[in-house]
C-alpha cells in the first residue's frame, strides 16, 4: 500500500472515530441533563470530578515539561555568569577611582586655560599671550588671577604674616638672558658647553619651558627671605602660604614630598594658579600638578 492510499485508510478511521465519541458525547449529555431533571446529580459530581481530574493532569504534566526546561535554562545561565568578568564598577576602589577621574575630568574642562604643564618637555605654545596686570612691587601677572591673588595677600596680612614677592611674570628674552648667561657661567668653569646647560638645567629653564613666562606663577615667601639660600619652609609665612593658598586658586608648585614626580626640589617657594575649584581637587586628593593632568588624560 502507498502512502496516499494509508493517508486515505486512516483518514477514513478518524472520520468514524469522531463520529463515535461525537455521538458517544451527546447520550452523555442526555443522559446528564435527565438525571439532572430528575433531582439525580450523581452523574454531574462525577463529570466535574473527572473534568477536574484531567485539568489538574494537564497542569501537572505542562509543570513538569515547564521545569525540565527551565533547569535547562538555568544551567545554561549560571554557566554564563560564570564566565562573565564581574562589573568593575561593583569594586568600591575601582568605582571610587572612576568617580575621582570623572571629577578631574569635568574640572579641567572647566578650568583648561590654567591647566597646563609648561617645562622641557612641554614648551610653552607659540603666540601665548595673555593680559597683564602691573602689581605694586612693578612685577606684572595674568590679569585674570589678580582678584583671587590680592585675596589671598590680604588673607596673610590679616593672619599676621608678612610676605616678599621675588618673582612673577618673565618675558621669554629676559629668560633667554637667564639661560645663556647661566651656561656662560659654567663654560667659563671648565665644563663643555653640553656639560654646562645640563648643569643649568637644573635650576634655570630653557626659554619657553618657564612657568612664569605664562603669568601664572610666582615666587612668594617671608619677608626675611631675599634668596633661595634664605628660605625656610618652616616660617609662619610660607607655611600660611602652603596650607591656605589653595584656598584662592592656587597650589604650591613644587612641595617637598613631590620631588619624585616634578623633578624639582629647590622650588618650594613658587606658587602657580589653576583656578579655585582644581586648587581645592588637588589639595583633597594629594595631587601635584603632572598627577592631576595624568588622571585627566
Known amino acids: 500500500m502507498d502512502f496516499k492510499g494509508l493517508w486515505t485508510v486512516i483518514k477514513k478511521k ?31 459530581i462525577y463529570t466535574l470530578f473527572a ?3 484531567l485539568v489538574l493532569f494537564i497542569v501537572m504534566f505542562a509543570n513538569i515539561f515547564s521545569l525540565g526546561s527551565k533547569k535547562k535554562n538555568d544551567f545554561k545561565i549560571t554557566t554564563t555568569e560564570v564566565a562573565t568578568p564581574p562589573d568593575a564598577t561593583e569594586d568600591p576602589q575601582i568605582a571610587a577611582q572612576m568617580q575621582m577621574k570623572q571629577q578631574a575630568q569635568d574640572i579641567y574642562n572647566r578650568n583648561k586655560d590654567y591647566l597646563f604643564l609648561v617645562d622641557e618637555s612641554h614648551p610653552l605654545a607659540e603666540g601665548y599671550s595673555f593680559e597683564h596686570h602691573t602689581l605694586n612691587c612693578g612685577l606684572d601677572i595674568d590679569k585674570r588671577i589678580y582678584n583671587d591673588f590680592s585675596e589671598m595677600l590680604n588673607a596673610c596680612n590679616m593672619a599676621g604674616y608678612e610676605y616678599n614677592i621675588i618673582n612673577a611674570y618673565i618675558d621669554e628674552a629676559t629668560q633667554t638672558t637667564l639661560y645663556n648667561d647661566a651656561v656662560a657661567h659654567y663654560v667659563d668653569q671648565g665644563l663643555l658647553e653640553e656639560e654646562a646647560q645640563a648643569q643649568v638645567g637644573k635650576s634655570v629653564d630653557r626659554p619657553g ?22 628660605f625656610k619652609s618652616t616660617r609662619g ?34 606658587y602657580r594658579y589653576v583656578g579655585r575649584e582644581a586648587a581645592e581637587f588637588m589639595v583633597a586628593n594629594n595631587l601635584s600638578l603632572e598627577e592631576f593632568l595624568q588622571l585627566v588624560q
Open 14 to 44: 478518524a472520520i468514524r472515530l469522531f463520529k463515535k465519541v461525537r455521538k458517544a458525547i451527546k447520550r452523555y449529555i442526555r443522559k446528564l441533563v435527565k438525571h439532572t431533571k430528575a433531582g439525580d446529580y450523581s452523574i454531574l
Open 237 to 270: 609665612t610660607d607655611q600660611w602660604l602652603m596650607n591656605n593658598c589653595h584656598k584662592y586658586g592656587f597650589i604650591n608648585r613644587y612641595p617637598a614630598n613631590k620631588v619624585s614626580v616634578t623633578g624639582v626640589s629647590d622650588e618650594q617657594w613658587q
Open 51 to 53: 473534568v477536574l481530574a
Open 209 to 230: 619651558c618657564s612657568e612664569h613666562e605664562t603669568g601664572l606663577a610666582i615666587d612668594l615667601t617671608d619677608v626675611e627671605v631675599l634668596g633661595e639660600e634664605d
